[in-house]
Every structure is written in C-alpha cells, then in structure tokens.
C-alpha cells in the first residue's frame, strides 16, 4: 500500500509541475489563435503523462534501456497528439474566419449567408443566432424605409395642408385691413374656422409625437365599453346627419375594460369621423362590440367601397392618407396613426378588412378583471 502511494504521489507532482506550465503557457496565448491554445491543452496532457511517467520510473530505478522504452513510447504518443491538436485547431480556425467574413457582410449591410461547411456545435448554434439577427436586421431596415418615406411624406402633406389655410387668412386679413371685404363678420368666421382647423393638425401632431416618444400618459381607469361607445356615437351624430349618413350602433356588449377614457374616446371619434367623410349619402356607418374569451373587439364598418389590398398593409402607417379619391381637403393623414399608437399603449391591437361595400376597422382591447 506504502508502494502505490509513493507511485502516486510522484506521478501526481510530475503532472503537477507540467500542468502549472500549462497553465502559464495558457495565460500567455488566451489572446492568440485557437490553434495555439488547443495545442498548448495537448502538450500539457502529453507532457502530465511524461512527467509522471519519468519521476515514477526514475523512483523505482529502472534500467536505461527500459526507461529509454517508456520515454520514446511517450514522445511518439505526444507527437500524434500534437499534430492530431494542430490539424482540429487549424479546421475549427478555418471555419470561424468563414463565420467572420460571412457576418462582416450583413454588418456592412448585407444580407448574412452562412458558410456552406458544416462547423462544430457551438459555432453552428451561432450561425443560426447570426442567420436569425440578420433577418431581424433586414425587417428593421423594411420598416425604417417605409417609416422614412411616410415621414417625408407627411412633412409634404403638413406643409401643403398648413400653406393652403395660411394663404386664406393672409388674403382674408389683408382685405379686412384694406378695408376692401364686403362682409367683414363673415371673414372673421372664416378666420376662426381656419384656424381652429391649424389648431387641430398642430393637435394631432403633438399627439403623435407624445406617442411615438414614448410620453404619452395614460389614466386607466374601470369603464363600460356600452358608455365609451354610446358617447361617441352621440358625438359624431351631427356630422352624420350633415353628411346624410346613417349611423347605427349593432351588439355593443356592456363588458369592463380598463382604459384611458379621454383617450380611448378619441380613438373611437377619430374612426367615426373617417367612415362618415368616407362614406356617400345615405350610407350607414355601424359601429359594434363584441366580447371574446379575454378580449372585446369594437369594430367600426363603413360604406367607403374598399381599401385596395397593397394599401391594407400601411392604412395605420404616418402620413398615409389613401387614394386621392378618397383624401379629404383637410387632414394630413395622422388619425389612424393615432388611433394604433393609443390602442398599442392599451396592450391593445388596431386592424383592417374590406367587407362587402366598405371596410371595417376593429379595436381589440384586454378585458378588465375583477
């Protein structure tokens, strides 16, 4: 027992003093090619083993020929290990530059293309982090162009809509200076209209800035989904009758949610008043509400004859306004841009379908528990 201890314990510092090399040898490449390293780890094992080898043999004094024997059967079995080291090293080496150049490509804007070898386990669950990041990437690039573009658009439209009216109250103050307007009190109606119209654009516009910033601060507070719609419907019943449009309210469910009141009544006015303006004489515009498992879907459906199905996509984007058929004089297209913004800081969902003759708009809102 006395002997197998010793054997023990002169191979054990034999490995020990090798494996403290190694570990310095370690510390000095950490930085450099995974080839270094992985031969360094396999000189360490073959020279632990040699070291172990030697002390032991030396300690039981044995003869030169015999220890000649176990120090070549051990330098060949290093060298096979070291070449074996270098060759994995080399091949792991060679795929991870592939998987370097392939994800300099979709850095500088490409689309990511993984390399055709297969590669170990870790670098091929990295390749598909990197296959799915560039996706994720290029929808990122998608939506900053087509956000971009209706950014330039509705500066356009802005300053289109906002020059017409400012020419009407330069000419309209003009001729109440010059004292040239026949009807002086019908200007001044004329002015207050314009400018309450200039106020509601600049409305809209801090609105939508408040939303897409993030600061838009919500009140919830428990209502009835009945109240919220029955206010609106009574709100926007003067605008329908001026346009000779009939406005009905179907299967509006009396279920909680909880929501901003304020805020949530101009999601719905905002809906109403494009289907009424949308919608000819003696059209219907229907509003119901629906109650589902844990959600309850307010719709708003029209009589506007249809949204042509590449526009459904972008109906909610900034600054789309439709078809010129369809675009009011007045409005820059920042309603229903609202209407998503609000409905997304409920937890909600804004979406649109063509029905038959129209199109029907629908809220999807969580319920409120008790």
């Known amino acids: 027992m006395t002997d197998i201890l010793l054997i023990a314990l002169f191979a054990f510092l034999g490995a020990a003093v090798a494996g403290l090399l190694g570990a310095l040898a370690l510390r000095f490449f950490r930085h450099r090619s995974f080839v270094a390293s992985v031969s360094v780890v396999a000189a360490v094992a073959v020279t632990a083993m040699l070291a172990g080898t030697l002390a032991v043999a030396w300690a039981m004094f044995l003869s030169p020929h015999d220890l000649t024997v176990v120090t ?3 330098a060949m079995a290093a060298v096979v290990s070291l070449i074996t080291a270098v060759l994995l090293g080399r091949w792991v080496a060679a ?19 993984a390399p055709a070898e297969q590669a170990t386990a870790e ?17 990122s690039r998608d939506r ?23 020419a009407g ?23 207050r209209t314009e400018v309450e119209r200039m106020n509601d654009m600049v409305g809209d516009l801090f609105e939508l800035s408040r939303i897409h910033a993030g600061t838009l601060t919500l009140s919830p507070a428990r209502t009835s989904v009945h109240e919220l719609v029955g206010d609106s419907l009574a709100g926007a019943g003067p605008l329908a009758l001026e346009h000779g449009v009939r406005l009905i309210g179907s299967r509006i469910d009396a279920v909680p949610v909880e929501v901003d009141s304020k805020e949530m009544s101009r999601v719905l006015d905002n809906l109403l008043i494009n289907a009424i303006r949308r919608t ?9 509400a629906q109650r589902g498992d844990d959600t309850v879907v307010l719709s708003v459906t029209d009589g506007c004859g249809g949204i042509p199905e590449e526009d459904l996509p972008r109906v909610f984007d900034t600054g789309w306004r439709g078809s010129h058929a369809r675009t009011p004089p ?4 920042l309603g229903l841009a609202i209407v998503r913004g609000i409905v997304e800081a409920h937890k909600g969902h804004a979406g649109v379908r063509n029905v038959a003759g129209g199109c029907c708009f629908e809220i999807t809102l969580p319920l409120a528990y008790t």
Do not use: C, N
Request: glycine share 8%; aromatic share 4%.
């Open 72 to 74: 070549t059967v051990v």
């Open 95 to 113: 795929r991870s530059r592939e998987l370097t150049l392939a994800a300099r490509s979709f850095g500088d804007g490409g689309t990511f293309a």
């Open 123 to 139: 670098l091929a669950s990295l390749t598909k982090e990197l296959a799915a990041t560039s996706a994720k990437l290029d929808s």
């Open 144 to 166: 900053e162009r087509a956000l971009e573009a209706s950014r330039r658009e509705l500066v356009a439209w802005i300053s289109h809509d906002l020059r017409t009216p400012l």
């Open 169 to 191: 109250l330069r000419a309209m103050s003009e001729a109440l200076e010059d004292g040239m307007a026949a009807d002086p009190r019908r200007y001044l109606r004329q002015i």
């Open 280 to 288: 000819p004489a003696d059209g219907t515009v229907a509003v119901a």
């Open 330 to 333: 007045a409005g820059a297209g």
